[in-house]
């Protein structure tokens, strides 16, 4: 079969704020192919990832990611390999690639395991699909007081594992970073698994952030994640020797070497990979790959809809050992709209993937419809890109 179309959804809320929250908007992608239809998530600004797709050729190595889609043969695995190593050469100007690509190629694996009746996952080369436990992902609160107060909820929800980021963390004090994490922990209690995420707040300043190990530590964390900028490797490192907190990140990474680098030269106890900034679901194969061979837990990033969760968890759905699992636990609507059904924790606190062919979860174009953000791109008098239909 081959590519027919390559559609995108840019869907949002009515209002979008400054938060550290990446649910509030979405780009959905939608593939034809042999008569079989399959969904896809990018994890970037949606008007410049379908700009990435449709904009004039700049030259031969600035081309729009259509040019290395559209109506190629779609029979296999291998074939989605070829794509995205073409994609590499044709489009290695164009930053945004990357991106735009991971939804595509999220949708490929889609299709291919719709036609063949099989779960991502089984291609892969997987023979199951292992339980993980979910983190319940959160912003820290305001103040202690909410931040126990969700930690709390969480709980209550039925999560043994939290992970709290961004918002004031870091910004301010000492102390006040470690009543932020002295409420977290006392909301979770003192068996749960507490994560945290400090969003790159300290860059390269490898001392403020180790400043912060022994609180870390007095609150038992099992990580820190993203104390510097995402390819600020040396620092990495430097902190990893530091503390016996491990570190954790990755989810910047926009290929398979930067990940490898990350690993190699920053040491992390935790690689975290976002299937859609990567290049999809086979670029991350090959950093769980990767992480098993040097002794490093993979782990998915996924603060979006329950489609790019479901496509995050199936490069290590068969690593039994690779057991954390990044859950978005209070998404924006849209993000929980988008997509047809959700992947919800057992009476185990755990979550499994879904059995049924591709990615087991679509995209609702109901659930969409709200959320629709009606766009038109032209250039040189001719229109680019008009939002296609749902229908």
Request: proline share 6%; glycine share 10%.
């Amino acid at each position: 079969m081959k590519i027919d179309a390559v559609d995108f959804f840019y869907l949002s809320m009515p209002v979008v704020t400054d938060a550290g929250d990446g649910s509030q908007d979405a780009l959905v992608v939608r593939l034809s192919a042999g008569g079989h239809i399959g969904w896809g998530e990018c994890e970037a600004s949606p008007l410049v990832s379908i700009a990435a797709y449709v904009c004039p050729m700049s030259h031969g190595a600035c081309r729009p990611v259509a040019d290395s889609v559209l109506g190629r043969s779609l029979a296999s695995p291998a074939d989605i390999a070829l794509i995205a190593a073409d994609l590499e050469l044709n489009s290695m100007d164009l930053l945004q690639a990357a991106h735009t690509f991971s939804g595509i190629e999220m949708a490929m694996w889609d299709v291919l395991g719709r036609a063949r009746g099989e779960p991502v996952w089984r291609m892969l080369g997987y023979k199951r699909a292992y339980p993980k436990t979910p983190y319940a992902s959160m912003l820290f609160g305001d103040n202690p007081t909410d931040t126990l107060a969700a930690a709390r909820g969480a709980v209550a929800a039925g999560f043994r594992a939290i992970k709290c980021g961004w918002g004031p963390f870091g910004r301010s004090t000492l102390a006040a970073d470690a009543d932020q994490l002295h409420a977290a922990r006392e909301g979770l209690g003192p068996d749960g698994i507490l994560l945290v995420d400090a969003g790159q707040i300290w860059r390269d300043d490898v001392e403020a952030a180790a400043l912060r190990l022994p609180m870390l530590a007095e609150v038992k964390a099992t990580w820190l994640e993203e104390p510097f900028l995402a390819h600020a490797y040396e620092e990495y490192g430097a902190l990893s020797k530091r503390g016996s907190i491990a570190l954790a990140g990755g989810e910047g990474a926009h290929n398979v070497f930067m990940a490898r680098h990350l690993i190699d030269y920053g040491h992390p106890g935790f690689i975290q990979i976002d299937c859609g900034r990567i290049g999809g679901i086979g670029p991350a194969k090959q950093v769980a790959d990767y992480a098993v061979a040097k002794g490093v837990n993979y782990v998915n990033h996924t603060f979006t809809s329950h489609l790019a969760l479901s496509a995050s968890i199936q490069p290590f759905a068969g690593l039994a050992d690779h057991k954390i699992c990044e859950y978005p636990i209070s998404p924006k609507s849209v993000a929980v709209d988008l997509a047809d059904s959700q992947i919800l924790p057992d009476a185990n606190g755990e979550i499994v993937l879904p059995y049924g062919p591709g990615l087991g979860i679509a995209a609702s174009p109901e659930g969409m419809r709200p959320y629709l953000v009606d766009v038109e791109i032209r250039a040189k008098g001719r229109t680019l890109y008009t939002t296609p239909s749902l229908n």
